[in-house]
């Protein structure tokens, strides 16, 4: 635990990672594992699995003991209880050692916002992290804690998971609590570890029903099989960049070295980029009222002000083409046991840019349009993981995204596993200057 906060200390003031450091309480809890492993020894670990090890929460889930911003300068920072996936976490043993950074509400697919410092890459700090959970996967990539939990509304878990070099895990739709429940059904809550084993590890303690979020008292959960070859759909989406393309498609052959079936198939379904915008602005302006606005991000108020030019006839357009999606991969994982892509088809953007140049306006409502790989898979609810695969000639991330049925979450991370032991070691940990050097 020391070793954790004294990189926090050296580190973060240059990749802004955190918002809070619960520094008082971390270490209260590390002194009790401690006592208990002297006690116990292995057998502590019995009904803590997590016993010791350190997480950190993103800035959207709330916590009782350390202030939930929200990214945001509205006030009302404390929260009556822990979300339960913070509370499985910390009866598995888990320490929390703070809260992560993430834009306002998550709005933005980077981590930029007016309450802290924009995150940095860790292995360029001129570069963005991703976002919105680019502090949870910046954190991770660092070595300021070992696992992170994040939330995925379009990509926001996948998307840093890819630009940081970690692994970020989407769950099939409500297999984790979302409390307080989201309007739009799109947000997940997901694990960032520096492995496959270890998100998985997360997943059997935070996976469940719980009475406060509807959604997951019937979020579907089917047994892995044993990993007979699949059936894998490679997809390139448009706009993919040469250098992204020549790591990702280097795991064509590991792939079939392992018997799979890979096809290389056009993108098996129309954009639905303008729905996703109409469902995500028609919530956010039923989330935000009128008084809100001078505490609002820029940004996100064009949002807001736009869903509120929705029609009711417009947004059950945007939820038709969602049921739509929903039927015809459906149909496609009839077909495929997985699809795999680029999780992200581009290199990291400006570190303070909330998208690239041409999508950098939301007025324009392109904000989200960079990544069309990560959220087809919120509208659909379908299990997705971001795998790190290697570094481009810059010496940048990417990451390969696994995609199965809906419910198929524990076949994706096995798949993902194997994949991960065949490549072997693919990244080193990045190297972030101490403060002061």
Known sequence: MLDVL??????????????????????????????????LGAAAFRDRPLLGVTVSVKDLIQTQDIPTRRGSLLPNRRTAADAPSVTRL??????????????????????VSRVASPTRNPWALDRTAGGSSGGSAAA????????????????????PAAFCGVVGFKPSYGRIPYVPPCAERLSHVGPFARSV???????????????????????????????????????????????????????LPVLTALGHRVDRIEVPFPDPY????????????????????????EGRLAIVRYGRSLSGAAVARAEQTR????????????????????????????????APPWAADPGDLRWLAWSPA????????????SLPVGLTP????????????????????????LLETALGPTLTRPGIPAKGT
């Open 90 to 111: 910390r009866a598995a043993g888990a320490i929390v050692v703070g809260k992560t950074t993430t834009s306002e509400y998550g709005w933005s697919a980077s981590t």
């Open 140 to 159: 991770v990539a660092a070595g300021l804690c070992t696992a992170s939990l994040g939330t995925d509304g379009a990509g926001s878990v996948r998307i």
């Open 374 to 385: 990560t959220y087809p898979f919120n509208l659909t609810g379908q299990p997705a993981l």
């Open 197 to 251: 084993a270890d998100v998985a590890e997360l997943m059997s303690v935070l996976a469940g029903p719980d009475h406060r979020d509807p959604d997951s008292v019937t979020a579907p959960s089917v047994p892995a099989p044993a990993l007979t070859p699949l059936r894998v759909g490679w997809i390139e989406f448009p706009g993919t960049s040469g250098a992204v393309r020549d790591v990702t498609e280097g795991v």
């Open 394 to 417: 810059a010496g940048l991330p990417a990451g390969l995204q696994l995609v199965g049925r809906v419910g198929d979450d524990d076949l994706v991370l096995s798949a993902a596993e």
């Open 274 to 297: 303008g729905a996703l915008v109409d469902i995500l602005a028609a919530a956010d302006a039923n989330g935000t009222a009128p008084q809100d606005e001078p505490w609002c991000d």
């Open 6 to 39: 004294t990189a926090i200390r050296e580190t973060d003031t240059e990749l802004g990672a955190y918002v809070e450091v619960a520094e008082a309480r971390a270490l209260r809890e590390a002194e009790a594992a401690d006592r208990l492993l002297a006690g």
């Open 323 to 354: 049921l739509a999606l929903r039927t015809r991969l459906a149909s496609v994982m009839e077909a495929y046991d997985l699809l795999v892509m680029a999780t992200v088809p581009i290199e990291p953007f400006a570190a303070d840019a909330i």
